[in-house]
């Protein structure tokens, strides 16, 4: 064999070396991402029985009075102009509740709660992250929230409701407008309210500071000034007190402002306030500032 010959050879070889290698180096096509399965609709054509699992995400629209005990793998969308009633059920996802609808709910969601201007959500059970967006009316009772509640009133007047009661929230509290009412709850950070029509805050732990500002009516903070109308309702007991770890600052409020049996573990800061600040059975580890010295 010629030494030209080789020569050809050997650069066959590398060729085809070369070839090899590019296609090795050539990445797999990934796999294609299973499919979705698709939504449930539960409108006023189907009903869900109870103990259904749901695969994916469940939609609920006009006609969908009430489901109970369903498991849902995805996420729950409430629609807009809903009125329903949702009952001892899981969603694996987040819930979203849309515009004007009125919902009443207990679940265990493992995500989130979404709220796009509601007229009215009454909600107990357990919610794995956050409470956000904007809502008329809000009720939170008999919950525990793990992440934070973020809610304000739509539009310019105001007037929603924010009721927490004998609820745990792990995160900030925070409420720009309408009326607020925070009774028996054990808050893991703080509250931080602005522009409200009203506060009320009694029976509360908080674990952090306490901010009220530019409340255009009146601000109770710790003192036992609401009395649920209910049936069981003990008027005769004597109510806990409010302890408060952090600072609190009353600052801008137009009505009267009541600071009352609490235990402050910061400071109490009063600025700027219409009328001057009452504080009544409080005990405060840090200075008294402002209207409140």
Known sequence: MSARTRTVRR?????????????????????????QPPAVVCDDSLDLVVHT????????????????????LGDLHIGADVVTRVYFSRVLGDVHIGPRTRAELTLEI??????DRPRLVTLSGDVGRSVRGLAHDLLLHDVRVAGAVN???????????????????????NRQGGHVLLHQAWLRRGVTVRWARSVVVSEV????????????????????????????????????????????????????????????GGGVDCRANHRTAVLDDVSVAGARTGQCA
């Open 11 to 35: 650069g066959a070889v590398a060729a085809v070396l070369a070839l090899l290698a590019g296609l090795l180096a050539v990445p797999a096509a990934a796999a294609p991402a299973p499919a």
């Open 53 to 72: 699992v749901v695969p994916g995400d469940l939609r609920v629209e006009p006609g969908c009075d009430a489901v109970s005990r369903l498991t849902v």
């Open 151 to 173: 809610v304000s009133t739509p539009g310019t007047d105001g007037a929603g409701f924010l009721t927490v009661r004998r609820a745990e929230v792990g995160g900030w509290l």
């Open 205 to 264: 732990r908080a674990e952090d500071d306490v901010t009220v500002a530019g409340t255009g009516g009146s601000v109770h903070v710790g003192d036992l000034w609401y009395q649920p109308v209910e049936p069981h309702w003990d008027r005769t007991r004597t109510p806990a007190r409010s302890t408060l770890l952090g600072d609190v600052l009353l600052e801008r409020n137009r009505g009267l402002v009541v600071l009352g049996t609490t235990d402050v």
């Open 110 to 115: 493992a995500g989130g709660v979404h709220l």
